[in-house]
């Protein structure tokens, strides 16, 4: 079975400041790791993804993600957060290379100016 | 370059009528995925073809929900005696099967309102 959890249900930061949104990931065998956007009656865009190697991922937009094994957490994170990068941000899962995806519940960003 | 395409984008219909919907994959893409998502929820898994065969069924796929994909290019989503339950956003995705992490790529989605 795998499971991912998204604790925080939004984030609220100042437009400038670091983002960060947290994931942690429950899955048997090596974990393939995916951070989506999803913008207001859009369907999900894809950010970037954790194969083995790097434990930090360089995506889409300014953003990165840290890999981490022993605490099974895949945080999203950009350094300094624009207004436009208000959305809702998905972590998913899966235990292979390709098949379905198992997606958190997502973590709403308000970027303030 | 097209992305993944979804017919239509939404949908109002009244219980206990049937509805269709349509996806576009991106060209050339041999897997096509279904997803729904409800208000205040992440994307839960439906179904997923390879080329034309379909391959897994999430057992949320009720028996009054059918998928098709004829010739392994776009695909249905046919969903019959609709419940208000079954109001939702139907999301399609797409990837090419080739050595590597596959990524799934998402057209924009169907709402669906039942009344």
């Known amino acids: 079975a795998q499971s991912v959890a998204q604790p925080e249900d939004q984030v609220n930061v100042a437009e400038g400041n670091p983002l960060t949104v947290k994931c942690t990931y429950s899955?048997?065998?090596?974990?393939?790791l995916f951070w989506y956007v999803q913008y207001p009656n859009r369907g999900l865009q894809f950010l970037l993804k954790y194969i083995t190697g790097d434990n930090l991922v360089k995506g889409s937009y300014g953003f990165e993600a840290e890999f981490n094994k022993s605490q099974t957490s895949f945080h999203l994170k950009k350094p300094s957060a624009l207004v436009s990068d208000s959305a809702l941000y998905f972590c998913a899962v899966r235990s292979h290379s390709w098949g379905k995806l198992q997606f958190g519940a997502g973590t709403q960003v308000v970027v303030t100016p | 370059d097209t992305g993944v395409s979804q017919n239509p984008r939404h949908k109002i219909t009244k219980r206990g009528q049937n509805v269709t919907f349509r996806c576009d994959p991106i060209s050339e893409h041999n897997r096509l995925y279904w997803y729904r998502q409800t208000l205040g929820q992440g994307p839960e898994f439906l179904t997923y073809?390879?080329?034309?065969?379909?391959?897994?069924k999430s057992r949320l796929l009720s028996d009054r929900f059918s998928a098709e994909r004829p010739k392994g290019s776009f695909s249905t989503l046919e969903i019959q005696r609709t419940e208000q339950g079954d109001s939702a956003m139907y999301l399609c995705?797409?990837?090419?099967?080739?050595?590597?992490?596959?990524?799934?790529?998402f057209g924009p989605g169907t709402r669906l309102l039942v009344l």
């Open positions: 899955v048997s065998g090596n974990p393939y």
């Open positions: 995705a797409s990837s090419l099967d080739r050595t590597g992490v596959e990524t799934q790529y």
């Open positions: 073809f390879q080329n034309e065969a379909q391959l897994e």
